[in-house]
């Protein structure tokens, strides 16, 4: 059954130094606040798990919290390069990054293989592409009925997944609406899980039988951070800040004015100081 | 109507070649802008899908990512990102996909990975996202990028996603049946692969563009096709389309600026 | 596009002597009422593809319309054996049955593999059970990374696959809701597809973003036939008829029995006379 | 309370081994009313998943189908039987799974396939089901049984799941990292795999069965544990909430009939 706790304690509780970890969210519903936690806490040597790994992670990189990184498409969506990132593997600072560079169908199939326990995933994937040449990690498998060979990629088995979601009942049942992305998945593959939700509410009333419900007896822990997906976005609580996503370039470009922004919005801030983003705007599709 | 960008006339020119038919994988950007011209002008149940899960998206505004709430409001469903790479794009359910990248060959082959060496590259790119098995599962490619020297290129340093790889058969000997890129839309013409070589090769020229600028802007030395048409220029419908959905796109993004 | 037609022009146009037919439904929304026009346009020498093959299988087995079945579980549920079902595969009557047998794990798999475009699924599946000693299909893959050694069993890729579903609107878009079973995939993993639906609307009108959608361009053809779950249900709509159930064990153990039921219930009858059934009992979920 | 049946002896026994922390995946028939007594008596918080897909179901009248509509409507969600046998099932994420068949051997094989050879059969059973899988992928089984001579064989003609195989450490080396069944409890006694050699062994007698009764009903010489305690008798709780759920299941049951 998942604990209900805040953040900073399931944090504290459920992430380690050295762990593999997946901060998942595909645009909707990033962990901001849960990684900006990560990073308050100090945690190091983190091997990084994200499709598409955006400012975020380009934070927990600039900080010197990763040594490592799993990922399919590192880029600010809609406004160029995430230069954290960039410095990090171009210059090596402020520590090297270790790669692990995948296509998207193959992270997701990756995700898949994990929450369905099996060790490796399967796809009709990466002909021709040049990534094979230099992730060994990326194989092949036979058909034993038609001799086809197949791409093979190890499944993704995080450490601990983190998450944000819409809402939580108070058994930690959660529900996720919109774009569900990975997160599912990511959550099923790990050993922990951390859940951040916009609401805890009395009863999680699901739209449709068939909504995408994470059981407590699979979350280890959930925590109530309203506005915590912010500059992404809640589906039905706050629209995503494209503003931030394009401020963000200028104030990553440079290696000073990111390390201020991070003392000032991270270490000097708090997991409660994302609930002036909750609501502000509502949602369309509230 | 005479009066238009290279950018106008490469997003019109791209959304003319999609049909009620056609089931597309979006990307950001000119594909986006594109697709969503064909549907408000000659193909209005054209289906539009992005690769975040939404299906059958009907956006008002353009999204800054591939993921905007805009996209799911406005879809008929939204499924898993493992669900849409295996079911929709694997599947064999996407008839048209478009790409563009940092830099491209003559065989419509991308990189959108690295400049210099792997291991140690110069410029680090965002890298492949969904690329490589678009190129290989979907349909066909529409492949949308300017034309430069630095952006069309005589040598890929790393192929991230194959287009028609070495040229000739290269594709149907590594066992694919999707057509690849058919068309490569810049803002100064439109190239297709030659039916035998798979060269890229310039079919259709845009209003006002000569032959000079188009083989000074491309790294390797282009062709033209024995018969070279002129783009039809943007009508008044198509670019009035166009010009409403990018102003509303920018009030939108402003007016998230001044909440943010 | 689906094309919106009567039932008989759907079974009509699409369903072949000799295909391999799916009809699928896990105890909820079992297409009957298109079953029965396949019986009432005299298919033969079809292969049955179905999970959990019941009233229907056995009633398609009993007519002799099929040569074959491939299945994991062919009972009456909560009640006991398939005696058509049993008459083939003991006393060959009316005809021989070709079976291949799965359990519900790999069928399922199979199922899922034929949607993404694999040749096959694999599994951790069949240990020591002696499914694999009689059944060909049943082979094994090796994991590429870990040497683990999984079974695999070849994608199900039907020829049409026939469904029920609760909607469809206008364009024939569909909505399946509940107890969704393996009918998306099952629908994706074939050439061809039909579904049956209790209502068709102007506005299709999904209750969450994530609801179970099937869109027109993925369907063949829409039939609109109330009630043609029956007497399996259609949540939302009526209730299960487990009386139903009870009662056909009595039926279908006696040839002669059988074959007057299907003379007056199938052969004289048309899928009208399955709207007797659509929301007599109002389901309590509605 | 001595005044029970033995079936409901037997589901009571079954009942008494879950708690609030088990994921169980359910069967029909004894299994389903074993769960349903447990959540509505000592395990108010047990999850109950049955293979349709229904995952945390409280029914109010028992199913006849594994996939019956009140199962969906009392559920927390319910998911595609492909993602319940991939990522909950195979996820390892079930506890406890139920079982039951037509025959069993000593060791706790299960066969519900066929009875005579595969391809010549006497008997046609319904076939597998779930249950290869079930028996390797959840955490521990339970079976129930009723016991008979027909039921309890001294070799099986097909095993359909696989218990202790041969005995001993045969699951381990075939990799399973599961318990496979650790209780059968049947109409008459509840048997347990000795800690070694896995052959089932009676461990608990119900109230008024004799010991000569069972070995009567046993197919094979069935072994006894050193110590073999008498199975307590239903509290009045337990036998008052197993004939409730029984009665409103006959009610509903029948309503349907008659709407039939």
């Known amino acids: ?8 304690e399931a944090i504290g509780d459920n992430v380690r130094d050295g762990d593999t970890v997946a901060m998942e969210g595909f645009t909707h519903l990033i962990p901001y606040a849960a990684g900006h936690e990560v990073i308050r806490q100090g945690r190091k040597d983190l091997f990084l798990v994200r499709m598409t790994p955006d400012i975020l992670y380009d934070q927990l990189i ?15 969506p809609g406004v160029g390069s995430l230069h954290r990132f960039r410095d990090a593997v171009e210059n090596q600072w402020p520590r090297p990054l270790e790669i692990e560079e995948h296509s998207h169908a193959a992270m997701a199939n990756a995700y898949e293989a994990g929450a369905a326990n099996l060790p490796f995933a399967m796809l009709r994937g990466y002909i021709g592409a040049d990534l094979p040449k230099v992730n060994p990690n990326i194989k092949s498998v036979t058909c034993p009925f038609t001799s086809e060979v197949l791409a093979a990629v190890p499944a ?3 450490d601990v997944t983190i998450i944000h979601a819409q809402r939580a009942d108070r058994k930690g049942n959660v529900l996720l609406e919109g774009i569900v992305g990975v997160q599912k ?3 099923l593959a790990a050993k922990r899980s951390i859940v951040t939700v916009e609401e805890i509410v009395d009863e999680l009333a699901p739209p449709s039988p068939n909504s995408v419900v994470l059981p407590s007896w699979a979350v280890t822990a959930v925590s109530h951070v309203p506005g915590g997906a912010f500059p992404s976005y809640a589906h039905g609580y706050y629209p995503r800040s494209n503003a931030f996503y394009i401020g963000w370039d200028e104030i990553a470009r440079d290696r000073d004015s990111f390390t201020a922004w991070i003392k000032e919005n991270v270490l000097d801030a708090g997991p409660e100081d994302f609930a002036r983003h909750a609501g502000k705007t509502p949602a369309k599709a509230a | ?11 019109i020119a791209a959304s003319r070649e999609l049909s009620n038919d056609d089931v597309c994988f979006v990307g950001i950007g000119a594909p986006s802008a594109a697709c969503n011209v064909a549907r408000l002008t000659h193909a209005p149940d054209i289906t539009l899908i992005y690769e975040s899960g939404t299906v059958g998206t009907k956006p008002d505004v353009l999204p800054l990512s591939i993921g905007d709430g805009e996209l799911c409001d406005t879809a008929l469903f939204t499924v898993s990102v493992p669900e849409m790479f295996r079911y929709w794009l694997q599947g064999g359910r996407i008839t048209t996909g478009f790409l563009g990248g940092a830099q491209i060959d003559r065989f419509a082959n991308l990189n959108t990975t690295v400049v ?3 291991d140690h590259p110069k410029v680090r790119l965002p890298g492949g996202g969904g690329a490589p098995e678009i190129a290989s599962n979907c349909g066909r490619i529409f492949i949308t990028m300017a034309l430069s020297k630095r952006g069309f290129v005589e040598k890929l340093p790393f192929i991230t996603s194959m287009g028609h790889g070495e040229g000739g058969d290269h594709r149907e000997r590594l066992g694919m049946k999707t057509k690849g890129p058919t068309r490569v839309i810049t803002d100064l013409c439109i190239l297709e692969p030659d039916a035998v070589s798979k060269e890229l090769t310039v079919v259709s020229i845009h209003h006002g563009v000569t032959r000079e600028q188009i083989v000074e802007n491309c790294g390797w030395p282009i062709k033209f096709a024995s018969r070279v048409i002129e783009t039809p220029v943007p009508s008044e419908v198509e670019l009035a389309t166009l010009r409403d959905i990018n102003a509303r796109t920018r009030k939108a993004h402003q007016a998230s600026r001044e909440a943010a």
């Open chain 1, 1 to 8: 059954m998942a604990k209900i706790v805040p953040l900073a």
């Open chain 1, 62 to 76: 600039g900080v010197g919290a990763a040594r490592g990184m799993k990922f399919s498409w590192g880029g600010n």
């Open chain 1, 185 to 187: 998945e990511a959550v």
């Open chain 1, 156 to 158: 993704i088995r995080p």
């Open chain 2, 1 to 11: 109507m005479t009066d238009f960008t290279p950018t106008e006339m490469m997003t």
């Open chain 2, 116 to 118: 210099g060496p792997y």
